[in-house]
């Protein structure tokens, strides 16, 4: 019976001659890559649809960076930005930025575009910047990229290996 008890672990007996990697076959590997690579497919057009959605319904009110709040730990610190403004009732409203980063995207006093959308099943609220507004679509089409692109080294891998087997008279 063949079985991979280490990773990367080549299993050559007499019954069996197969390459394992993370206790799995290839084969089972390139059907994990391609399921992976598609529920990241899926849901990057969710929150590109979602994020249209969002968009093209919301208000967009100037808001002012009011704080940075700042968080450190062991690797560093992460920094987001809390922002004041006016929504469409004259309310004050306070948004902190669901994106945090490594150094503050914005220092205090910045004016920064806020859209605003009150029906949305997700977000309320989200600062006019590329990386809050598309980072859930750009996270999640990276991943499926990279397992498409790993899926087929591994399937041209496997061909070759078939490919160059001796036959046998």
Known sequence: MCSAKHTAEVVQTKECKKKYVLGLSLE???VLLLLSALVCFGCAVYFLL???TFLSSAESFQ??????IGETDMSG???QSKV?????TGNERIYVSMIASSSPRHVVGDRVTVFYNRNHHMW????NDPVEIWAAVIVFLTMGIIEIVLFSVIVVYSRRKTSNKPTQP
């Open 28 to 30: 089972q590997l390139k």
């Open 84 to 88: 004041a403004y006016m929504d469409h």
């Open 63 to 68: 808001g002012t960076v009011v704080e940075i």
């Open 124 to 127: 309320r609220e989200k600062i």
């Open 50 to 52: 979602s994020t249209l």
């Open 77 to 79: 610190g992460t920094y």
